[in-house]
């Protein structure tokens, strides 16, 4: 509720001021900045005319609050530098109060949005429940149990029937070494001989 507040307050207050300026004419507001020492009198007087009305509805309305108060801010600041800094604080002596509490008002309405209550906050709470509404309708991930797939990602090679082997060192007949150290045992033993001097 405050930023309504402050919005339309600051925007009847730079529309009163564009009108004004609109009123009496680009021409002789021109005029008015050329005496006054402002750069580009007559673009500056375009600028600040459009700026103070359509901007100052815009912050009315709460749309486009940030873009509007930060043209509003750099309408001011020209005001403040080229019009006001030399006249004091007063108003009344032509001095900075008006100009620098209307810049104060639109550095926060840049910082901190118009508020919820304008055709920003509106627009915003639209695009909220759209993007609620779209991700309560979308599916739920829902993990395939167990994990992940342990299965390797590379493909398999058929491994081949075992053949039987014979035993390390065994020959063509399947003998292994411990049999082959006996059959050259055997074959090695040498009969024995009877002794002829025996009787």
Known sequence: MAALIARVVIGVIFVAHGLQKWTAGLGA?????????????????????????????????????????????????????????????????????????LGAVCLLLIALGGGRIGLDGIIHAVHRRRSRRAAATEPAYEPVPGGLDNAPTRPTVMEEPQRDVPPQGSGASGLDDRDMRDVDRLLGDEPTRPNPRKP
């Open 29 to 101: 507001i021109s005029a008015g900045f050329t005496e006054m020492g402002v750069p580009l009198p007559q673009a500056s007087a375009a600028f600040a005319t459009i700026v103070e009305v359509v901007c100052g509805v815009l912050l009315i309305l709460g749309l486009a609050v940030r873009v509007s108060a930060a043209l509003l801010l750099i309408d001011m600041i020209g005001a403040l530098v080229f019009v006001h800094a030399a006249g004091g604080v007063f108003v009344t002596e032509g001095g900075w109060e008006l100009v620098a509490a």
